[in-house]
């Protein structure tokens, strides 16, 4: 059973340019969600991916945007890159089920800079 | 909405003894909790999760945590601490019911920082 992995794990980017963050999910998982976690901060929802359309999104503007494949990975994409968005960037994959929840599993994360 | 609030920014201790890391909620309607553990340069790992049954819920590694509904708490514990506890710990909370896992509102950190 392979775990969640995320690409790049280190990435530095110009303020304005776009960036793209990639993520596979655990085997078996249909569900990915996506958060953001500044320095000395928890981790902040941004948005979540269930079936390829997107499931909920948090507190963050429209240039945060995602994408799911049919084999359940996940991109997520930032355009106009400012400052503040230097953060960590976590992807946790869970499955979705009927009734209840299950828990997330989350990836070792990519580490943003925005210069 | 839901809120979590862990109490302290930073609890130091030294090795072997025991230690409290504190977490309150805010929430309208019924949550499932949790506690994840993060290492340096790491990503989070679950600790130990409360979904319903026995308010007591324990971890492989022997933290436990007491899910108390009428104080709106989930304090994390452990009676003896090792070098190997020093991460840092975020409680989160999730609504109840289907379609909502993996939506986790996390609280600020709590750096434990176990000294010998």
């Known amino acids: 059973e392979t775990g969640v992995t995320q690409s790049p794990t280190h990435l530095i980017k110009t303020r304005g340019q776009q960036v793209t963050l990639r993520c596979s999910s655990q085997s078996g998982h249909n569900t990915v969600s996506w958060y953001q976690q500044a320095l000395g901060q928890g981790p902040q929802f941004i948005f979540q991916?269930?079936?390829?359309?997107?499931?909920g999104r948090g507190n963050f503007p429209p240039r945060f945007s995602g994408l799911q494949f049919p084999n359940y990975s996940s991109e997520l994409n930032v355009n106009a890159l400012e400052l503040d968005d230097s953060a960590l960037y976590l992807c946790a994959s869970s499955s979705q089920a009927s009734r209840g929840n299950t828990e997330a599993f989350f990836g070792q994360g990519t580490r943003l800079t925005v210069v | 909405a839901q809120s979590v609030t862990q109490l302290d920014s930073q609890v130091p201790v030294f090795e072997e003894a025991p230690v409290e890391l504190r977490c309150n909620y805010s929430s309208s309607v019924s949550v499932y909790l949790f506690w994840y553990v993060q290492y340096p340069n790491q990503g989070l790992q679950l600790l130990l999760k409360?979904?319903?049954?026995?308010?007591l819920v324990e971890s492989i590694n022997g933290f436990e945590a007491e899910f108390n509904k009428s104080q709106t708490s989930f304090h994390l514990r452990k009676p003896s601490v090792h070098i190997s506890d020093t991460a840092e710990y975020f409680c989160?909370?999730?609504?109840?019911?289907?379609?909502?896992?993996?939506?986790?509102?996390f609280g600020q950190g709590t750096e434990l920082s176990v000294k010998p």
């Open positions: 989160a909370v999730t609504r109840r019911g289907g379609n909502q896992g993996g939506k986790l509102i």
């Open positions: 991916y269930y079936r390829e359309e997107e499931n």
């Open positions: 409360y979904l319903s049954g026995s308010t």
